[in-house]
């Protein structure tokens, strides 16, 4: 299906299958009505294509008051092809929505999950003996501190307990610490690659739908040496 109104709303009746959803129309609202079964066709190739324009988001949301939150089901084979795009009343079950920044569910919305991404993180040395204990990681929003459900890999090094720290004054809010075991040797200029195993908890503090997530999923993340060198002598008489 493709539309071509050039304005004004557009209403979704019935039950449906779809294999193209196509509307780039800026600024239009698509309204699907409440209580029927809809879904994007479990094939390759399958996409629901919604883009409106930067000032002109594209609104999807319900016909009427209807507690159905169920716009479409988004079936695993179909892709969601989304920029510039309000979303309400949706409920994306069982197949959460892991989408960008610029398509923005309402807290009407359940299982849409909106990413935030690390821009920076840098080794630390907090005591200055030598041995880096601790990598200062900064998100692009401010943060909820909610660890529970949050897990980090650093290679070669063993996470401390508490296994993650903040808030602190030292800290900005839209920053963190993982916390590292010290290794027992001088290491001011390892820069231990780290990666997210898991983060559902990890959110922005405004709405807490961002979920924190790294540019580089797979990759990991580099951390900036900032820990400062001390000399170790050993002195053999
Ligand atoms: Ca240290
Ligand atoms: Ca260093």
């Known amino acids: 299906m493709h539309f071509l109104k050039p304005v004004g709303i557009i209403q979704i009746r019935g039950d449906n299958s779809w294999y193209i959803f196509d509307c780039q129309i800026p600024a239009i609202t ?3 009505e409440e209580g029927k079964t ?27 008051i209807l507690p ?35 398509v923005i569910p309402t807290a009407n919305c359940i299982g849409w999950l909106v990413t935030i991404l690390v821009i920076a993180s840098r080794t630390e040395d907090n005591d200055n003996n030598g041995k880096i204990d601790r990598i200062r990681v900064q998100v692009k929003a401010n943060i ?22 903040g808030p602190d004054a030292a800290l900005a809010p839209n920053q963190f610490w993982i ?9 001011t200029d390892a820069t231990p690659r ?18 924190v997530i790294l540019a580089d999923p797979g990759g990991g993340e580099l951390p900036i040496d900032m820990a400062a060198p001390i000399i170790g002598y050993t002195f053999i008489p």
């Open 30 to 32: 698509i309204e699907f």
């Open 38 to 64: 809809r879904n994007m066709v479990n094939v390759p190739g399958a996409v629901f294509r919604v883009k409106g324009t930067f000032g002109n988001l594209i609104t999807l949301t319900r016909i009427s």
């Open 68 to 102: 159905d939150r169920r716009l479409f089901t988004l079936n695993p084979l179909a892709i969601l092809d989304m920029i510039y795009v309000n979303v309400d009343w949706s409920r994306a079950t069982p197949y959460n929505v892991t989408t960008s920044a610029n």
């Open 144 to 165: 909820n501190y909610d660890f529970s459900d949050f897990a980090v890999t650093a290679q070669d090094y063993d996470l401390d307990s508490p296994d993650y720290a």
């Open 179 to 187: 916390m590292l075991q010290e290794k027992p040797y001088l290491d």
């Open 194 to 211: 780290w990666w997210i195993d898991d983060n559902t908890s990890l959110r922005d503090t405004a709405v807490g739908i961002y979920i």
